[in-house]
């Protein structure tokens, strides 16, 4: 008998923009080790792919993963507060979403966590910024349950956590030593919120804290900027000229900028300029709210855009299921991307662009990456958001996810 060359061997896999040939691809440890119209030779695993779409993961930049399946524990207030009237009571909703965290506690939030992390597996999803709230009521117990379950999934999900000051630096006293406790726990990400702030000069001093953390830790910045339906609100601006300032291209990264859509062209256009030398990409969810960044005037002016799933049933959002096929299906809609181009544009936004938003290294599907990858159902972009079902199967550092396992972490 011969002896297996490789792990796992996929054949006749439809590989994205390229249309003439279907291809075989070999991962040996944990590595693509090769990809070829035909590979000889054996392995352990042989998964026919019958023609259909293999393709890098799908990367998720944005989630709220210390609130996951909250929305039962509150009553409908903050939902129809931060929905209604133009986003021009978001800031009452994230105040009355901040009462439920009254009766979380760290086990709690471990065990619903590691649901959601379960899900994101089943569906291809293997990279995840997942933002942990930071305040006073809170402390840093969502820093230490989403470190616990990005520990437990390690080389299944790849977690990054996100020290997040919900509600505010300045405006909720003590969070500032929370966030560096925080850091020293071992977040991976500063977090930030400045447009909740009272004036426009202490988001500027919100922005240079988080900046300043981020140095002295050499860790990239993730903030939620501008998230209401005024626009006079500029933190992406002054947090884009920061990153300017200090130098931290491509290491900051901007959330939701819904104010953007109400902002007049002359100074959007000067506003991207900004970005594109500040290497600030943006993240837009625009099912989360009835608001949502210029994302087609981005992409057509080459700045960085990903999108994301936001929330999982908390006061934001009552859906989700960490699927980004179905993340991106909606915002099909939501955005109006319809186009056999533009579909194809945003499996970009869940795959590719999203890692290189988040930094994420080794990514991609070619001979000496990480095996990270899906083997869809369908033979293409267009099929794949159609039906926006789960991988056949999903490979994360060259090995095939145990679907029943995660099943039952989700089941509970
Ligand atoms: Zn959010």
């Not at 500029?234 to 109400?262: F, G, K, N, P, Y």
């Amino acid at each position: 008998m011969a002896i297996a060359e490789y792990d796992i061997l996929i054949r006749r896999a439809h590989l994205r923009g390229r249309e003439d040939t279907d291809f075989d691809l070999a991962i040996t440890d944990g590595r693509i080790t090769n990809i070829a119209p035909q590979i000889d030779g054996s392995a352990h695993a042989e998964i026919d792919a019958q023609g259909n779409l293999v393709t890098e993961p799908f990367v998720n930049t944005h989630l709220h993963l210390c609130k996951v399946w909250t929305l039962e524990k509150m009553d409908e207030a903050a939902l129809r507060d931060y929905h209604a009237e133009g986003m021009a009571k978001a800031m009452t909703a994230i105040e009355c979403a901040r009462e439920v965290k009254r009766g979380l506690n760290l086990e709690g939030m471990i065990q619903s966590a590691r649901r959601a992390a379960a899900l994101a597996a089943i569906h291809g999803n293997l990279h995840i910024r997942a933002l942990a709230d930071v305040d006073s009521i809170a402390g840093v117990e969502g820093v230490k349950a989403l470190i616990a379950v990005r520990d437990e999934f390690r080389g299944i999900v790849d977690i990054q956590v996100v020290a997040f000051p919900q509600d505010g630096i300045l405006k909720d006293p003590g969070t500032a030593e929370l966030m560096r406790e925080a850091m020293q726990l071992g977040a991976d990400v500063v977090g930030g919120i400045p447009w909740i702030e009272f004036s426009d000069d202490e988001a500027a001093e919100h922005i240079a804290f988080c900046f300043d953390l981020a140095q002295e830790f050499d860790k990239d910045i993730s903030m939620l900027l501008d998230d209401a339906g005024d626009h006079s609100l500029r933190t992406l601006e002054t947090m884009a000229l920061e990153a300017i300032r200090r130098d931290w291209h491509h290491r900051a990264l901007a959330h939701h900028c819904r104010a953007m859509s109400q902002y007049p062209l002359p100074y959007f256009y000067r506003l991207v300029e900004t970005l594109k030398r500040a290497g600030v990409a943006i993240v837009s969810d625009p099912h989360t709210g009835p608001l949502h960044a210029r994302v087609k005037e981005l992409l057509d002016s080459d700045v960085l855009v990903s999108i994301g799933q936001d929330d999982i049933s908390d006061a934001y959002y009552p859906f989700g299921r960490n699927n980004m096929l179905e993340v991106a299906f909606l915002a099909s809609h939501l955005l109006w991307m319809t186009t056999r181009s533009e579909i194809n544009r945003l499996y970009d936004l869940v795959t590719i662009d999203a890692a290189r938003s988040i930094n994420v290294a080794n990514y991609g599907l070619e001979v000496g990456a990480i095996a990270n990858l899906v083997v869809l159902d369908q033979p293409n972009e267009l099929e794949a958001m159609r039906f926006h079902a789960a991988p056949r199967h999903v490979i994360s550092h060259g090995k095939m996810i145990d679907t029943n396992a995660m099943n039952k972490i989700y089941r509970g």
